[in-house]
């Protein structure tokens, strides 16, 4: 995803939820050289259940907090669409 995002655009930056086991490790490692210039995650339970501060989520185990050094944000999708579980 990542590749073809750059070759339409190289300045692209790929939005990546985090919610319930992603982003994954091997997503994480993965996007290569390219993820320090062109990922944002988006932490979309920073209220309730944060990821950023977090090595084990889910099913997911992270090399380091903060996704791995990855850029992010802190936010939270308040109502999930009106459909929450």
Request: aromatic share 12%; hydrophobic share 35%; glycine share 8%.
């Amino acid at each position: 995803v990542l590749d073809s995002l750059l070759k339409y655009d190289q300045d692209a930056v790929w939005m990546v939820q985090a919610w319930w086991s992603n982003p994954t490790n091997d997503l994480l490692k993965g996007m290569g050289e390219y993820r320090q210039d062109h990922v944002m995650i988006l932490d979309l339970t920073g209220l309730e259940a944060p990821k950023w501060d977090k090595t084990n989520y889910g099913s997911t185990n992270l090399d380091a907090p903060e996704f791995n050094g990855t850029d992010w944000v802190w936010c939270m999708l308040e109502n999930y669409g009106g459909n929450p579980s």
